[in-house]
């Protein structure tokens, strides 16, 4: 053997971790825990382990279980012959675990439902408990969470059941493996080479979301093809459904509208016609033939070019019925999008999808659900929350989450979206007295027949770069919506904590300094792209980078001057009595907050008022200085985060250390973009300057407009 090939076995033989870390295995790495104490700790209290019973599911629950004891500690700790020893870490259901069973753990197990799990110490054993092999499975990830984040396992006492019964990512995956608003590569779904072909990243996806709790997934695009529907993908959704099983997560699927007459070559798609609804019931019996446990239908339509029932003269409801009778036999939902503004409407694109949905309030079958965004427009860094949460009591509403990052900073920008979604999911809408905060409105929607139905979806970041989500810590949001689609009173702190220790380290010091660089990371990119209220104010089409001067374009409401509003006297939206009045769609405190100029929060301020150059703000400044103050704080912050993160060197592999610190630099770079794009704009309506102290923009406002970028990742495939 020659020298050479011998260093290289032996650097492998001596290297610290065999894998290397390209962020393939997420937050489930399972390295060694480093800290000897723990080591310790953890060895001592387990002895021998094992997952008790029969089901495909026990056994992924039994594998992973098996996987993370054997890289997280040093000792082999031996799966153990019979559940009756000493030590041992068992996990089961009563019905599958004879141990288990004879615990009686009834009383425990009553309020933990259908996917709860509970987690205790009994004298000398450790137990996972649940009422389904499901609440097992996710049991057992929490147990290797705990040891992953090194905490204490010697007196256990954890329930945990999810506050919410759909879970699930919307993935706007295209057939042809483009992604809309995708920026982690093609998408993970190789239409291509299945149903034969099983890609093992398949097992790691449904891993990692099982990890979360997240339980569903919807395969495709809401901007929908209709061959989907045909039968030989079909038979390749049932390859996927049948990997994802065991994981208990469910396959959904998007439908488009007008998929009787591209596939069924019927001549109509009208929601009332015999011979469509006879087209969608078939359509539903073959898919639950091949999918016994299929989900149900996401649906975009009537939205930004989408056939839906309008164009037959029908309601949204006339047409998420008809879906919905299809699939009621079966079990299957409707999630039915409220995403939807018209050119024609002239009214305020803020009211519309209220206007729309709320006088059909109680007017739905009772298997679907309205799907509504975080906000009334579009995703944007920070939205008010949508008024139709809390509106709409006969009708199940859910949560619409958008996890890749189209309007934070795409691919490129470190953005922890966790805060953003819990100040819409803690905000009071006041709609039934104070309480009616949008988690609790989640949390109790109902059916008319009064059974609880109630979700969440987050619009995916995945895709088939090697890291999954393009940049390392677009991670973190995947992480982020699952957790807090478990259970939303989690803090963004907690979430980040976990996250960070699973994923890089549990040295204190670099948790912390992480946490602070992702807790402050949402505030940095609300004031370098959109401060005080401002929104869509993106460049058209791929909407990466500022473009706040379009505004030729043929439909009012893409251009971003119709949403800043900016003139001679000030900037902003009035949205009050005496603008668009959106505000009376909130009920009463909080419209009255939202449309006094004083009360309104200022991060809202711009979003519901047009306020002068030189008025005050509560500092006493003028809001011209405020808004230059906030796109400078946005920057520095990011400056900040890069000389943090630069301040970890040596504390995190090199090669994730150098990915980070250059997308830190391209964001810092972009930050700064985004301040001086917007602020020579805004300054040729404000004509004042930017104060004294501050870098003055770069370039001129014309050079800013010139930049163009024509294959920006994500954009939409038919645009
Ligand atoms: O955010 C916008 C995106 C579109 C998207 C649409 C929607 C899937 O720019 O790409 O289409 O929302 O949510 O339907």
């Known amino acids: 053997m020659s020298k050479t090939i011998l260093i290289f076995f032996a650097t492998l033989f001596f290297a610290p971790h065999i894998y290397a870390e390209d962020g393939y295995r997420l937050w489930l790495r399972y390295n060694k825990i480093k800290n000897a104490q723990w080591q310790k700790s953890y060895q001592d209290h387990i002895k021998c382990w094992l997952v008790e019973g029969n089901s495909p599911t026990l056994e992924a629950a039994s594998k992973e279980l098996g996987m993370g004891l054997e890289g997280l500690l040093d000792n082999k700790i031996p799966k153990a012959k019979s559940s009756e020893q000493q030590g041992i870490l068992i996990a089961g259901t009563p019905t599958g675990s004879p141990l288990i069973a004879k615990m009686r753990l009834e009383k425990k197990l009553e309020p933990l439902g259908n996917e709860g799990f509970t987690i205790f110490t009994d004298k000398t054993n450790t137990v996972i408990a649940a009422n389904s092999d499901a609440g097992v499975l996710y049991g057992v990830f929490h147990f290797l969470r705990l040891l992953q984040t090194n905490q204490p396992i010697d007196n256990l006492n954890i329930s945990s059941s999810p506050k919410l019964q759909r879970r699930i990512l919307n993935h706007w995956d295209n057939l042809d493996r483009t992604v809309e608003r995708g920026y982690a590569g093609f998408s993970i779904w190789n239409w291509h080479t299945l149903p034969d072909y099983l890609d093992p990243r398949y097992t790691d996806y449904a891993r990692a979301n099982a990890s979360i709790g997240i339980n569903g997934t919807v395969l495709t695009n809401?901007?929908?093809?209709?061959?989907?529907?045909?039968?030989?993908?079909?038979?390749?959704?049932?390859?996927?459904?049948?990997?994802?099983?065991?994981?208990?997560?469910?396959?959904?699927?998007?439908?488009?509208?007008?998929?009787?007459?591209?596939?069924?070559?019927?001549?109509?798609?009208?929601?009332?016609?015999?011979?469509?609804?006879?087209?969608w019931k078939e359509k539903a019996e073959e898919i639950y033939r091949l999918v016994p446990d299929f989900g149900g239908f996401v649906v975009k339509a009537n939205s930004e070019g989408?056939?839906?029932?309008?164009?037959?003269?029908?309601?949204?409801?006339?047409g998420a019925n008809l879906l919905a009778d299809a699939l009621a036999p079966h079990g299957g939902i409707v999630m039915w999008r409220a995403f939807v503004y018209s050119a024609e409407d002239t009214t305020d694109r803020h009211r519309q999808a209220y206007s729309e949905f709320v006088p059909m309030d109680g007017s739905f079958r009772s298997n679907v659900?309205?799907?509504?965004?975080?906000?009334?427009?579009?995703?944007?860094?920070?939205?008010?929350?949508?008024?139709?949460?809390?509106?709409?009591?006969?009708?199940?509403?859910?949560?619409?989450?958008?996890?890749?990052?189209?309007?934070?900073?795409?691919?490129?920008?470190?953005?922890f979206l966790a805060p953003m979604w819990k100040e819409v999911l803690d905000f009071d809408m006041q709609t039934n007295g104070v309480g009616s905060t949008v988690a609790n409105v989640l949390r109790s929607s109902k059916t008319k027949n009064k059974e609880t139905l109630t979700g969440i979806a987050g619009v995916s970041n995945v895709g088939n770069d090697r890291n999954w989500t393009g940049y390392h810590f677009g991670q973190a949001n995947w992480y982020a919506f699952g957790r807090l689609a478990w259970d939303s009173d989690f803090s963004s702190e907690k979430i980040a904590d976990e996250w960070i220790r699973m994923t890089f380290s549990n040295d204190e010091k670099f948790v912390e300094s992480v946490k602070k660089i992702m807790l402050n990371s949402h505030e940095a990119c609300v004031n370098y792209m959109t401060p005080l209220g401002l929104h869509h104010i993106m460049a058209t089409g791929h909407h990466y980078g500022p473009g706040p001067w379009v505004g030729d374009l043929s439909r009012p409401e893409w251009n971003p001057t119709y949403y800043h509003r900016a003139d001679s006297l000030g900037i902003g939206f009035d949205r009050t009595s005496s603008g668009s009045n959106a505000v009376e769609q909130y009920a009463m405190p909080v419209r009255e907050m939202f449309s006094s100029r004083k009360k309104c929060p200022e991060k809202y301020l711009l979003w519901f008022h047009h306020v002068g150059w030189n008025e005050k703000l509560a500092s006493g400044k003028t809001l011209w200085v405020e808004l230059c103050e906030h796109y400078y704080k946005g920057a520095n912050d990011v400056a900040e985060m890069r000389r943090n993160w630069q301040s970890l060197k040596g504390m995190v592999d090199e090669e994730r250390f150098s990915e980070v610190d250059m997308m830190l630099q391209i964001q810092e770079k972009e930050a700064k973009w985004w301040r001086d794009a917007c602020l020579s704009y805004f300054q040729t309506f404000s004509n004042l300057p930017i104060p004294e102290g501050y870098e003055k923009p770069a370039h001129t406002l014309d050079f800013y407009k010139s930049l163009d970028y024509p294959y920006s990742p994500g954009i939409r495939p038919r645009w």
């Open 222 to 279: 809401v901007n929908a093809n209709a061959l989907v529907l045909r039968p030989d993908y079909l038979e390749k959704v049932k390859a996927l459904a049948d990997l994802l099983r065991p994981y208990n997560i469910k396959v959904y699927l998007t439908a488009r509208f007008s998929a009787p007459i591209e596939l069924g070559k019927l001549s109509t798609a009208d929601p009332l016609d015999p011979t469509v609804q006879k087209w």
């Open 369 to 415: 659900m309205i799907q509504v965004k975080n906000g009334p427009i579009d995703f944007q860094p920070r939205e008010p929350a949508h008024p139709m949460f809390g509106a709409m009591p006969e009708t199940p509403l859910m949560m619409e989450f958008q996890i890749t990052q189209e309007y934070t900073g795409q691919g490129t920008h470190l953005v």
């Open 306 to 318: 989408q056939p839906g029932p309008q164009n037959y003269g029908r309601s949204h409801a006339d």
